[in-house]
């Protein structure tokens, strides 16, 4: 293999999102990780859903596929799934992943597929104008609304804890350096990790902006915060983890915490698999051997 350059992940068309948008800084995040974990740009590969972050693999040099709206997830482990020895990452906003794809996103967390999914959160949809998006609060309002959101906000972090993620993180598009090292974290995590990123929208989201984020922003790991959730714990010590976890999630206003948030060791959906297909995933669809792997047989098997 060819000793790769950091300008070697960068697509030769030119990003054209607004001046100051957080997708600059997430998308330098990812071609920097990327680089640095030296991974073949012909096995990786980066999904999207619809909307202004869709447009991230269209500015990556690697294999790239942009999906429909709120099905980036779906679309994402099957590639997994047909090819394991893939990297697959999935991209999506907050609308795309938590609106009209928050049924894929809970689904996704009790599978536990071998992916980073990076949501990038700027509580608007940003390419229809600037409607409220998942993640605004009940009785905001941006400039963008005529009036102030009449309904209540999700957080990612909890939704994701609920589902089964076993590996959850936040970072700030600003802060590029510390967001590639979390991003550099998820991939290598053996498992589904989730990444929710803090993203201002300088066009439409005129209350968190970086001028709003600056001074509240905290680091988890500097504050001795320990993720990690090793096996064997006891009910009483496993409860003291998810309580100090939820407390962390729902910090939000005067401090807001950056970090991985949780890290635990699960069976991936992969290696549940082998109980059905015993030469998975030394052969796998994506090499045409459907006899190989006896695909119908496991069919039949799961049929009514």
């Known amino acids: 293999m060819l000793e790769l350059k950091p300008a070697d992940y960068k697509a030769e068309k030119n990003p054209d999102w607004c001046p100051g948008c957080g997708d600059f800084g997430i998308l330098s995040a990812l071609q920097m990780a990327l680089f640095e974990l030296k991974k073949d740009p012909s096995r990786t590969v980066v999904f999207s ?27 994402a482990q099957g590639a997994k799934l047909a090819h394991p020895h893939l990297t697959v990452v999935a991209v999506g ?27 990038y959160d700027n509580e608007v949809y940003g390419l229809t104008k600037g409607q409220a998006g998942p993640t605004l609060g009940f009785g905001e309002k941006t400039k963008s609304l005529p009036k102030p959101n009449p309904q209540g906000r999700i ?61 509240r922003l905290y680091r988890l790991q500097e504050e001795g915060y320990d993720p990690y959730v ?59 051997q459907r006899e190989a792997l006896d695909l119908e047989g496991l069919l039949r098997e799961f049929a009514l």
């Not at 859903?49 to 679309?75: D, E, M, Q």
């Not at 992969?270 to 030394?282: F, H, I, K, N």
Request: include cysteine; hydrophobic fraction near 40%; charge should be neutral.
């Open 155 to 215: 957080n990612p972090l909890l939704l994701a804890f609920a589902a089964g993620y076993t590996w959850i993180g936040r970072g700030y598009a600003y802060d590029v350096k510390g967001l590639k090292e979390l991003i550099k974290e998820g991939i290598l995590h053996r498992g589904l990790a989730f990444l929710h990123v803090l993203q201002p929208c300088p066009t439409y989201n005129d209350l968190h902006t970086k001028e709003w984020f600056a001074p």
């Open 93 to 119: 906003g907050d609308g795309d992943g938590l609106g009209i794809g928050a049924g894929h996103f809970v689904a996704a967390g009790r599978r536990n597929v071998d992916m980073l999914y990076i949501l």
């Open 49 to 75: 859903g619809i909307g202004c972050s869709a447009k991230t693999p269209h500015y990556l040099n690697v294999y790239g596929v942009h999906t429909l709206h709120g099905r980036v997830l779906p679309i």
């Open 230 to 288: 090793p096996e064997g714990l006891s009910p009483e010590e496993l409860d003291g983890k998810m309580a100090l976890f939820q407390a962390k999630a729902a910090e939000w206003g005067e401090r807001i915490p950056v970090g991985v948030f949780w890290r635990a060791e699960a069976p991936t959906f992969e290696e549940r698999l082998q109980a059905y297909l015993p030469r998975y995933p030394g052969v796998y669809p994506a090499l045409g």
